[in-house]
């Protein structure tokens, strides 16, 4: 019985850790992503969170990431990423494509 | 001033091909362009509110306003397309397969053509917003504001041409196939506009099953492409979808064609609901 209990708390304290997410920071500044690289790491979900510290807006985009969202002026946006395989993902703003570019790299 | 013809131009093609679409499907139906007219001033209106209020929607529920707020939209505009085919193949039988009759039938139903100013408004509304906040963006960071602005107008001039260049390669076609031909492209245009759904749905984290990528074509032809964004809309192309993404595309096509199907064979059609 303790046994089974005892599996049954690996299980679910197995899961929370699982679910709660390590959290990224992305910066915004001079329409400029601050870290360019970002490292996580692979197999793991992830929270991002881009602040964007312009006075502009700025959409934040990624295809491989799949995200597409506008972060306003002086303020900041939250992510759920799926757990990755290991690569590099591409994200751009688009509001600011010639500077505004980087990558997640997995590992 | 390039750059910002080229971003312009890419939120406006959406809109613009929508506008084409509708205007042909509706051409000889007294009042439609009043009603067009009307669903894009209500979209661009809509448009500057969402840019104004952009921050106070990103911090709604939890961080996620904004994907809520466009996969609603989305949705609506895809219950507006479907609930519009089921009704005109409703009407199909009265249609003499001429174009007169056609407008005839919808005016009296303008109820139809309300839906598809809706559709209008919601296409504009989504894509003007963000161009709002980008020539605004221009603006108060003062990059030569003056060029800017001049590559975003073109930008919106291309989109306009879009419309007509639609509009008028529909309207090219023989009366006869021109009502089938406008029933699938709304369909298919239903279908990507529900799958752009589940990606804001996703993306929120509202939807969390079948995340991972069915193929990825981007190294063919990106969907931030110029011809990747018209097929985007015409047929929802895209080229990195989901799984869900894709299962959702195919199931509304499938529920349109049914719910049509069924009303064609007099039966009571069942209400029209979007893709869940």
């Known amino acids: 019985m303790n046994r089974i209990a005892t599996a049954f708390l690996i299980l679910i304290t197995g899961f929370a850790g699982a679910a709660s997410a390590e959290t990224y920071t992305l910066t915004i500044k001079d329409h400029k992503f601050d870290p360019a690289e970002l490292k996580i790491p692979a197999d793991k979900p992830a929270t991002l969170v881009v602040k964007n510290l312009d006075g502009t807006p700025e959409e934040f985009e990624s295809k491989p990431l799949r995200i597409e969202k506008v972060v306003p002026a002086n303020s900041e946006a939250t992510f759920q990423i799926r757990a990755l395989k290991a690569g590099r993902y591409k994200f751009f703003g688009e509001f600011h494509e010639d500077s505004a570019k980087g990558e997640v790299v997995v590992e | ?276």
């Open chain 2, 1 to 276: 001033m390039l750059g910002a013809l080229i971003i312009v131009f890419r939120e406006a093609i959406e809109a613009g091909l929508i506008i084409g679409i509708v205007a042909a499907v509706t051409q000889g139906v007294e009042g439609s362009r009043r009603f067009i007219a009307g669903g894009a001033g209500a979209g661009v209106l809509g448009a500057l509110i969402v840019a104004v209020f952009a921050e106070q929607l990103s911090r709604a529920f939890e961080g996620s306003g904004q994907e809520l707020f466009n996969a609603s939209v989305l949705i609506l505009a895809v219950a507006m397309l479907a609930w519009h085919n089921i009704w005109m193949a409703k009407h199909g039988r009265e249609l003499a397969q001429e174009l007169s009759a056609v407008g005839k039938a919808v005016a009296r139903g303008d109820r139809t053509l309300f839906a598809l100013a809706t559709v209008v408004g919601l296409a504009v509304l989504r894509e003007g917003s963000e161009v709002a906040l980008f020539l605004y963006g221009v603006l108060a960071s003062g990059e030569s504001g003056t060029s800017v602005l001049i590559g975003g107008l073109g930008g919106l001039a291309l989109g306009a041409l879009t419309s007509f260049a639609t509009f008028f390669g529909l309207v090219s076609i023989p009366p006869k196939k021109l009502f089938a031909v406008t029933t699938a492209m709304i369909t298919l245009l239903a279908a990507g506009l529900a799958a752009q759904a589940v990606a804001f749905l996703q993306q929120s984290g509202t939807i969390t099953a079948l995340t991972d990528t069915v193929w990825d074509t981007s190294w063919i032809l990106s969907d931030k492409s110029i011809l990747g964004r018209v097929l985007h809309t015409l047929i929802g192309y895209a080229d990195q979808p989901s799984q869900m993404q894709v299962v959702v595309y195919v199931l509304t096509i499938v529920a349109i064609m049914a719910a049509t199907k069924l009303t064609t064979m007099g039966a009571q059609p069942p209400a029209p609901a979007p893709a869940e």
